[in-house]
């Protein structure tokens, strides 16, 4: 009886023990993406207080283990590619507004996998974002996207239940790292180096 007692105890024990855990974590995961947001926010006021419409930026780009750089010129809407080694539609035009575009993808929260209903594991991104303090370019984004066990979810504790072991969500992590070489603002009434033009969007 008294042995009964004693496991009923730490049983009750390591349930709130799990509980007071779970609370900090929503808690933790709260805060973060607000920081993010706060930053992207101010950084994208100080760029847009610049009134740089024209501009030349070089780019070097760090993904899927290989090195290699953008060059572009914006006009305005117009978007003038000069120079692209990345040859990735996922990284196409990495102009200012698509690098605050990838900034921002840190502020989203972990997505469910294998599907919202049974949602044993999640991707989450972590990262760090460095925005210039004189003109709020983002000019080093860096994150890993990887899959992690989602112990806040029922349905993670539902599968330990039903398959008496952990699920497997051991995936390869995917790693980006992007760094702005330059930034040069360009006079409107300047010539284009080159005279093919691309759309003012690109990429997912």
């Known amino acids: 009886m008294r042995e009964t007692l004693l496991r009923a105890r730490r049983w009750r024990t390591g349930w709130v023990v799990a509980f007071a855990a779970l609370s900090l974590g929503l808690m933790a995961s709260g805060a973060i993406p607000a920081t993010y947001i706060e930053r992207r926010e101010v950084a994208q006021q100080v760029w847009k207080a610049q009134s740089i419409t024209s ?41 200012v507004d698509r690098l605050f575009e990838l900034s921002a993808r840190l502020e989203a929260g972990p997505e469910c996998f294998p599907s919202k209903q049974d949602c044993f594991c999640h991707r ?16 080093t984004i860096s994150w890993r996207r990887e899959m992690q066990p989602n112990w806040q979810h029922p349905a ?49």
């Not at 305005?76 to 692209?84: F, L, S």
């Not at 989450?124 to 974002?129: D, E, K, L, Y």
Request: hydrophobic share 35%; net charge positive.
């Open 55 to 95: 501009y030349h930026i070089v780019v070097r780009a760090f993904f899927a283990g290989r090195t290699c750089a953008q060059e572009i010129e914006v006009r305005g809407t117009r978007q003038y590619v000069v120079r692209d080694t990345c040859n990735s539609s996922w990284l196409s035009s990495l102009t």
């Open 124 to 139: 989450v991104r972590v990262g760090a974002i460095e925005y210039d303090p004189n003109h709020g370019v983002p000019i």
């Open 156 to 204: 993670y504790w539902k599968r330990v239940w039903n398959t008496r072991e952990l699920p497997n969500c051991a995936t390869p992590a995917r790693t980006l790292r992007l760094e702005v070489v330059s930034l040069t603002p360009l006079d409107n009434y300047e010539t284009p180096r080159i005279p093919h033009a691309s759309s003012a969007t690109g990429g997912s």
